[in-house]
């Protein structure tokens, strides 16, 4: 079964900084593009970051570009965000979620983790 | 960019009904479009994409259909599980519309 967790939420102060994980399992996650998309609460969905299989490519929104940094490690099985100077407006449940396919990147994301969230507050 | 726009906001149906969203893009993009659905606590789930191929394990009675800048996603009739939130997706600049609520009548 195809599984994406995420862990690594939780309260932090503006300015503050904060590093979310996501384990994947029941796939060749070496083969697959990975994704961040958040959703503040009550909002919709915003995508956040992409990184292709090997890290060659990667993509971020204007809203995170210059704070968030994506990486993976296939070694791990596992996906990253580092978030630094970290403000209220990224607020919100962050999800990681799989390319639907391996052997060209679709950007359609299938399937998602659970989320975990993030409080930016003082 | 492109823009996405979804209509109507809310969608108030019975089950048993037809219900037809739609998403608009602020210019082409072709069929690359998808659909996801996302139920309260739960994170979304890929229903359609390029305009009009089910996802795995979709029901058929949900349709995705359009080209170019107007999208229709149909659900033909609705079963009590369908009702939730629903947003289109464009993959150029990786975009989410709006989202449209459907509720129970």
């Known amino acids: 079964e195809v599984q994406l967790v995420e862990s690594g939420g939780g309260l932090v102060k503006p300015g503050g900084s904060l590093r979310l994980s996501c384990a994947a399992s029941?796939?060749?996650?070496?083969?697959?593009?990975m994704n961040w998309v958040r959703q503040a609460p009550g909002k919709g969905l915003e995508w956040v970051s992409s990184i292709s299989s090997s890290s060659s490519y990667i993509y971020y929104a204007d809203s995170v570009k210059g704070r968030f940094t994506i990486s993976r490690d296939n070694a791990k099985n596992s996906l990253y965000l580092q978030m630094n100077s970290l403000r209220a407006e990224d607020t919100a449940v962050y999800y990681c979620?799989?390319?639907?396919?391996?052997?060209?990147?679709?950007?359609?994301?299938?399937?998602w983790g659970q989320g975990t969230l993030v409080t930016v507050s003082s | 960019e492109i823009v996405l726009t979804q209509s109507p906001a809310t969608l108030s149906l019975s089950p048993g009904e037809r219900a037809t969203l739609s998403c608009r893009a602020s210019?082409?993009?072709?069929?690359?479009l998808a659909w996801y659905q996302q139920k309260p606590g739960q994170a979304p789930r890929l229903l359609i994409y390029?305009?009009?191929n089910r996802a795995t394990g979709i029901p058929a009675r949900f349709s995705g259909s359009g080209s170019g800048t107007d999208f229709t996603l149909t659900i033909s009739s609705l079963e009590p599980e369908d009702f939730a939130v629903y947003y289109c997706?464009?993959?150029?600049?990786?975009?989410f519309g709006p989202g449209t609520k459907v509720d129970i009548k």
């Open positions: 029941g796939f060749t996650f070496s083969s697959y593009s």
């Open positions: 210019q082409s993009v072709s069929s690359y």
């Open positions: 390029d305009a009009s």
């Open positions: 997706q464009q993959r150029s600049n990786f975009t």
């Open positions: 979620a799989r390319d639907r396919m391996t052997t060209v990147t679709t950007n359609w994301f299938d399937p």
